[in-house]
């Protein structure tokens, strides 16, 4: 059916890359300004014991229906997404289903917008649509063509789309279609227009950010809006914070009120925030939306919250999610809280490289550190045990961490470089025989021969040099 394979395709889905790398904690992928999913089949179905009833009605009343309706009512009764079914509902279509194949009720639709979809030659206007722009919003092809028409439509085109919208719009800001339409107003309408469009969504805040479509617009919303306006909608959500934050679609709309919405108008999400650090660093949309607050709001408002973390910073560092809050911290942090992170992660290099999420800890810490915090870091690997092994032997095998032993090859400097390569080269041979360890040697073989072509220039530096005390320039008569 249409819905689910909209739904299916409007999913957020984290993706993984090299066995190291981890999906990244990013916002919600920003939408293509037009929709352009493929076409489904529009069609409905009904239970057995209404199947004799609905075919009968639907040859006789199709036509009538489409004919006889004022135009309004025919916008709404031609949506080309189907009703969502009840609970109850759904178990009985399902219980049908075993018994007997559905009929199929194809979506009853004007004639304007069955010759649109079918007519591809002719070019059609805004104009050309007056009165059936609901209609066309809420079927996949019209709500593209508004969508394009709209980015450099007449102030009089965008009047007669909006005027038909706002009766409606509610609706449509759910809708797997019409919400890209919606959006599109609030990004190309006029101030005034975007205004009296986010009034209709006074009381109505929590329920679209809990929407898959809904919570769209409602960021698109606190983009667009007007300060005074932007507090007004995000209060709505005072009590129900933590709700949005730990829910799919919720956590999106929380990280664009902390993005977009001045700092004080948003402390009564941030208080909620205070004894949940934890929790919510460790919660797959949590973490997005602490490194959001992290990232956006000013040292005295996170400064308690910041304490909170570094009183977890051990099993963060380990946790799947919580992972990424110490990195944005190691990469975005100031200098004494990432100090604070990295004083941990010293004396347990080896341990915590070796570990899926704490690897990328280490890395971050490489990476970012001080350089004498990054030197007392790889002399930590460096230091030769009782039995004349030494940390880095064991890395360089290790399916996690070879990768942090690339960075620090990536960032090491100094006498402290030669001395790492030179404990590497001996057994790049045998890295061979793992699938990571091609990296690791090409990186170690740039890295030797980096050293030479330095090594060349300072040599031919210094016989230039040389070679000016031995014939100085004669003075001048």
């Known amino acids: 059916m249409m819905l689910a394979a909209a739904q299916a395709a409007a999913n957020q889905h984290q993706t993984h890359g090299h066995p190291h790398q981890h999906p990244q904690n990013q916002q919600q992928q920003p939408h293509p300004a ?33 004919g006889a309706m004022p135009a309004n009512a025919r916008m709404t009764e031609s949506y080309s997404t189907p009703t969502h079914l009840s609970s109850s ?12 194949a559905f009929d199929l009720i194809p979506i009853i639709r004007s004639p304007l917008l069955e010759e649109f979809r079918n007519n591809k030659n002719k070019k059609y206007e805004l104009k050309d649509i007056a009165h059936y722009v609901v209609e066309f919003s809420g079927d996949q092809h019209g709500s593209r ?52 469009l986010a009034k209709q969504m006074d009381g109505h805040i929590l329920s679209l950010s809990l929407q898959m479509y809904g919570c769209r617009v409602v960021q698109k919303a606190l983009e667009h809006v007007l300060t005074d306006q932007q507090a007004h909608l995000i209060r709505e959500l005072d009590g129900n914070v933590l709700k949005c934050v730990k829910d799919q679609n919720g956590n999106h709309v929380v990280q664009k009120a902390i993005e977009r919405v001045p700092v004080e108008h948003i402390q009564f999400i941030i208080d909620t925030f205070h004894g949940q650090v934890y929790n919510l660093a460790t919660h797959p949309y949590g973490c997005r939306v602490i490194q959001r607050m992290f990232e956006h709001c000013p040292e005295k408002q996170t400064a308690r919250l910041l304490d909170e973390l570094h009183k977890s910073t051990s099993p963060l560092v380990q946790d799947q999610y919580g992972n990424y809050v110490i990195q ?16 941990k992660i010293h004396g347990h290099v080896l341990q915590l490289s070796k570990h899926k999420f704490a690897s990328n800890v280490v890395e971050k810490c490489v ?111």
């Open 89 to 100: 509902t759904s178990a009985a279509a399902a219980a049908a289903s075993n018994a007997a």
């Open 145 to 196: 063509f508004i969508q394009q028409k709209l980015e450099t439509a007449t102030s009089d085109d965008k009047k007669m789309v909006f005027d038909e919208i706002l009766p409606n719009c509610l609706q449509l800001m759910t809708d797997v279609f019409g919400n890209y339409v919606i959006q599109k107003l609030f990004e190309h309408g006029s101030q005034a227009q975007k205004t009296i």
């Open 328 to 343: 944005h911290i190691l990469e975005h942090g100031h200098a004494q809280d990432k100090a604070m992170i990295i004083s």
């Open 34 to 66: 037009i929709y352009g999913g493929s076409a489904s089949t529009t069609t409905s179905t009904t239970n057995a014991s209404a199947r004799a009833a609905a075919a009968a009605a639907a040859a006789a009343a199709t036509a009538a229906a489409v």
């Open 367 to 477: 990476a970012f550190a001080s350089k004498h915090e990054r030197s007392a870091l790889i002399d930590e690997v460096l230091q030769t045990r009782q039995d004349g092994t030494y940390p880095l032997m064991t890395m360089m095998k290790d399916q996690y961490a070879n990768y942090v032993v690339q960075k620090m090859l990536d960032v090491v400097d100094g006498p402290q470089r030669e001395i790492l390569v030179s404990k590497i080269k001996p057994y790049l041979p045998g890295l061979k025989k793992y699938t990571y360890g091609k990296h690791l040697i090409s990186t170690c073989l740039e890295v030797e021969k980096q050293i030479l072509r330095e090594r060349e220039q300072q040599e031919h530096a210094a016989m230039a040099s040389a070679l000016n005390n031995t014939h100085p320039e004669s003075p001048l008569a």
